[in-house]
């Protein structure tokens, strides 16, 4: 019988794991390794399998900010206790322009980030095109470059740090797949994929955008799991040279060009760094490519076996090449991710079951940079069973009430 039981060892649940070790040491987390070939895979999947993903402070939502702010502020104690470093803080700029149809995205981001006392400077175009010369923005970009411990982490090492260091303080991983739980008298029964069955006195549900597919919070959560591509650039040894100082960079491109137009192509780059297979590779995504939504464990499996299509490739490609126009590129792979975006714009970080299930899931697009900190916050809440103002100080628990399909 253990104490507590995380299903899902992604971000979220290995930070839970992490901290609900410091008070118990008969802890259990239950979830599958990466597997080694997406293609061939007939297991579950998850969106961590990454080496880059932007953390900072600014933002144009204070809670999602201020979740970013108290995981960064964990990352060193993090690195020291596991000895696996993870965090690489090379600085983040958000560019837009200084057009009534944008100014708001950096005056937004700007307020919040004083309101935090995040450590940042604005750049007019001029100093844009003076600091980074290999970046083409427009002729009326604005930035705002945060320092400090903006930059980015690798997803992939976060989680082992996390669970080095809960399994240091006693805990068991299990490498599993959880089917069902269960409600005893006085427990909860977990059945696995490998027809294991385990018991713990509360069980914290951290499984991502396989949550619905599974039925494991009783009722359907209200979000919508969507598709997400990103490019991995190669680039020759001159480019790499060349960007060596790059920040983490969220760059609204304009579709045709025009800064005065509203549309636009929500772009992030993640700077170069060294992937399991050796190479060095440059990471874009697009933020409003995500019309593909998944409703059953069949579509989602398919969409992480498959990939992206060669159109979308092509389309990330090119935007690339727009920012960063005198690249060299070796080779180019894309990859496929998914996201979970809940009704509220907010985590769901719940009571399921009173003093038996409790959930901390739905990044919305957020979770590489405020994982650590919603993975606490769900910890606590299973800890003392009810939200306490000690949980969320800054917040009230209504934010992060889960809402259930009608």
């Known amino acids: ?107 937004n981001n700007c307020r919040i980030g004083t309101q935090l006392g995040a450590t940042f400077q604005d750049y007019d175009t001029q100093t844009l095109e003076d600091k980074f010369p290999y970046f083409q923005f427009s002729s009326k970009a604005i930035a705002l470059h945060e320092t400090g411990g903006a930059g980015f982490i690798n ?77 991995l650039a190669e680039l020759s040894e001159a480019s790499l040279e060349r960007i060596r100082t790059m920040p983490s960079l969220m760059y609204r491109v304009p579709v ?35 019309d593909r939504i998944f409703t059953s464990l069949s579509e989602i499996n398919h969409w992480f076996r498959t990939g992206p299509s060669a159109a979308t490739h092509d389309h990330l490609l090119s935007v690339l090449m727009q920012i960063l126009p005198d690249l060299e590129i070796c080779s180019t792979q894309a990859h496929p991710c998914a996201l979970t975006f809940t009704a509220t714009n907010h985590p769901y970080i719940d009571v399921v079951e009173p003093q038996k299930i409790f959930m901390a899931v739905g990044g919305c697009g957020y979770a590489g940079k405020s994982a650590v900190e919603i993975g606490r916050i769900g910890a606590q809440l299973a800890i003392q069973g009810h939200w306490t103002e000690a949980i969320a100080p800054v917040r009230k628990s209504d934010d992060f009430r889960a809402a259930y399909v009608a």
Request: proline share 5%.
């Open 155 to 231: 997803p992939r090492a976060l989680i082992q740090a996390q669970l080095k260091i809960a399994e240091f303080k006693g805990a068991t991983i299990l490498r599993d797949i959880v089917k069902n739980v269960e409600i005893e008298a006085d427990h909860c029964r977990i059945d696995t994929h490998n027809g294991q069955i385990y018991e713990a006195r509360k069980v914290l549900i951290a499984t991502g955008a396989f949550t619905n597919f599974f039925a494991l919070t009783g009722r359907s959560l209200d979000w919508k799991v969507v598709a997400e591509s990103i490019l």
């Open 1 to 107: 019988m253990f104490d507590f039981a995380v299903i899902g060892k992604g971000l979220i649940g290995a930070s839970a794991a992490r901290s609900l070790a410091s008070v118990s040491d008969n802890v259990a987390v239950i979830g599958p390794d990466e597997p080694a070939h997406l293609a061939t895979h007939d297991g579950i999947f998850a969106s961590h399998y990454d080496q880059g993903r932007i953390t900072r402070v600014l933002d144009e939502n204070l809670l999602w900010a201020t979740l970013a702010q108290r995981s960064i502020q964990t990352y060193g104690e993090i690195e020291k206790e596991s000895g696996i470093r993870f965090h690489y803080p090379a600085g983040a700029m958000r560019v837009g322009h200084d057009t009534s149809a944008h100014r708001a995205y950096i005056t």
């Open 256 to 290: 045709d060009g025009d800064p005065e137009n509203p549309n636009y192509w929500p772009a992030y780059l993640v700077p170069p760094t060294v992937y399991p297979d050796g190479r060095t590779y440059l990471k874009i995504g697009i933020g409003n490519q995500r």
